[in-house]
């Protein structure tokens, strides 16, 4: 053997066989991680019990003076409350999770959960409602602490296992939360044996379904604070970081929670007790590495290519078969809906770890967003059947089949969350990352909706390329998102 050839050996041979060099998979933490999944049953319950209700209440309210044209403004006002003041807490509360740890922070938004629900729900005026919404999102910043508390209680060989699991709270909760909205609302007038003689019920009809998700996440937050274990490694005590105790040298201090510290002067110690650097805070100028940037950006071209689906999808089956739509009464629009729910929480847990792992987390994320371009090209391919034949078996059959290839589109979800989890400096700044990325979303989320339904509604009224103009502008921002896509590592950071 030639020394060259020796030279190469030695690089390219492994030291141990494959078989040593594979990491023993680490079993999750299943009663701790089963408690995190049932809190985060909490918000898909809240946030989508109001949609089967929220035409009829806005109609109720009389704001619109019997304008019909102006119901969806309304109701879309209303649901774009809740993000957009989400956007503007959920970095922060992510950040004061790094430092007073993620339980107390769980705790505050479990509370302004179930307080903005029972407020929603006793409302008579629209800007009720806007107050409700705008306390619900400003004070709940738990998914993105969540997150951070999935991350802290995995390593590299189970979390895309238990990323896996993650869909299972979402697609519960949009399962459960029309179902309440649409079967408790008015219960005076649905169930009359019962709370027909109740003036209250009367004067409040929407109460009940409200106040069903609203009594759940007072339960939540008392498992949380009985048996929920923190997982920042020395937190900040809450009386410290509130002023309400002097702090001691080298305690976390509000102005590195707000960014005004130098980043030299980052935390060293807490409560007099040096820190690893893995377990020091960093400045918020600190998380905009290119890691970070990369990473939420994709996250949040995946919620605007995600959530202009979701927001189509339905008004696509209300629109009569003419305009370009289905004309599916709501009873069906939610049958065909709930389908996905249960076809995404089944997919995502038997099968998102095994694809992941075996696919890799980039290939699978650009795989669930290029996904997005045969559902886009499938509405009008549906309506042109249905226009040609009426709504038949062959036209239900087109709609399952898009529902189903929908999933392949929240598989990313999965996958970008693992980059998050590992683009985040260090340890202890993983709240933040969080919650830089969430706000993110929270702004695609906000204006996403909006804007996708605003064209549609352009494009069928003046028959824009068929009435089809918003399918092309949607299909142009799928291909934009792959392009960002592309920007993600081969594998994901490990450093």
Known sequence: ?????????????????????????????????????????????????????????????????????????????????????????????????????????????????????????????????????????????????????????????????????????????????????????????????LFGNSEFFKKYPYFLPCAVPATFTLVAWTVTFLFLKETVHSPVPLAEFL??????????????????????????????????????????????????????????????????????????????????????????IGSFLSVFGILNGVFQVFFFAKINDSWGSKNLFCFGIASAIPLFASFPLINLLARYQGYSTLVSAAVYTQIAASVALSLSYGAIFIFISAASPNRATLGATNGLSQMSVSIMRAIGPASANSLFSLSIAHGYLGGYLVYYILLAVVCLALVFASMLPRHVWTD
């Open 1 to 193: 053997m030639t020394a060259t050839s020796r030279i190469e050996a030695d690089e390219e041979t492994p030291l141990l066989p494959e078989s040593e060099l594979k990491k023993k998979v680490t079993p999750l933490p299943w009663g701790q991680f089963s408690l995190v999944l049932f809190l985060q049953l909490a918000e898909p319950l809240t946030s989508n019990v109001i949609y089967p209700f929220a035409p009829q209440l806005i109609r109720d309210l009389g704001i619109t003076n019997g304008d019909e044209s102006k119901v969806g403004h309304y109701v879309g006002l209303m649901q774009s409350l809740f993000f957009l003041t989400q956007a503007f807490t959920v970095l922060q509360w992510s950040r004061v999770s790094d430092s007073i740890g993620r339980k107390p922070v769980i705790l505050v938004g479990l509370f302004g959960l179930s307080l903005s629900m029972y407020c929603f729900g006793l409302s008579t005026t629209f800007w009720g409602l806007v107050l409700s919404r705008s306390l619900n999102g400003a004070l709940n910043g738990n998914i993105g602490v969540i997150k951070s508390m999935m991350a802290e209680m995995t390593d590299t060989t189970n979390i895309s296992t238990a990323f896996a699991y993650f869909p299972i709270a979402w697609s519960t909760g949009s399962t459960l939360g029309p179902i309440i909205g649409g079967s408790l609302s008015k219960p005076a007038e649905r169930f009359p044996e």
């Open 243 to 332: 002023g309400l105790k002097k702090k001691k040298v080298g305690s976390l201090t509000a102005d590195c929670i707000n960014g005004n510290e130098d980043e030299s002067s980052a935390i060293q110690s807490v409560n007099g007790i040096d820190l690893p650097e893995e377990d020091k805070p960093l400045p918020l100028r600190s998380l905009l590495t290119p890691r970070v940037i990369i990473a939420a950006g994709n996250y949040a071209s995946l919620s605007l290519v995600d959530i202009a689906f979701r927001a189509i999808q339905p008004l696509f089956l209300s629109t009569p078969i003419e305009l370009g739509g289905l004309g599916l009464p709501p009873s069906a």
